[in-house]
Nanobody, 116 residues
Framework: QVHLVESGGDLVQPGGSLRLSCKAS????????MGWFRQAPGKQRELVAR???????YYADFVKGRFTISRDAARDTMYLQMNSLLPEDTAIYYC??????????WGQGTQVTVSS
């Protein structure tokens, strides 16, 4: 069983930055795909960003230019650097991963709140 543990969620003011971390229980390059989803209150869960084992990245339009996804193999950790945060970025952020192209493994989530 693969375990993914998120950290880094916090309360931040609009325009601020946060870095989320996702620690995996295995070599992260064993996972072909990793990414971040988020779910805001009353809304459906949505894909924020994704990275493949070959380092190809995808970003949802609503975060392009503001968020950056990356991985550190030495730490078996994936990151989401979030800049220029907006109140609408408030959500629970979930780390996800899969051996193929499906997101089989999910973390428990970390709360990000953007508010003045």
């Amino acid at each position: 069983q693969v375990h993914l543990v998120e950290s880094g969620g916090d309360l931040v003011q609009p325009g601020g930055s946060l870095r989320l971390s996702c620690k995996a229980s295995l070599n992260i390059f064993s996972l072909n795909v990793m990414g971040w989803f988020r779910q805001a209150p009353g809304k459906q869960r949505e894909l924020v960003a994704r990275i493949l084992s070959g380092s190809t990245t995808y970003y949802a339009d609503f975060v392009k230019g503001r968020f950056t996804i990356s991985r550190d193999a030495a730490r078996d950790t994936m990151y989401l650097q979030m800049n220029s945060l907006l109140p609408e970025d408030t959500a629970i952020y979930y780390c996800v991963g899969g051996l193929g192209y499906n997101f089989e493994y999910w973390g428990q989530g970390t709360q990000v709140t953007v508010s003045s």
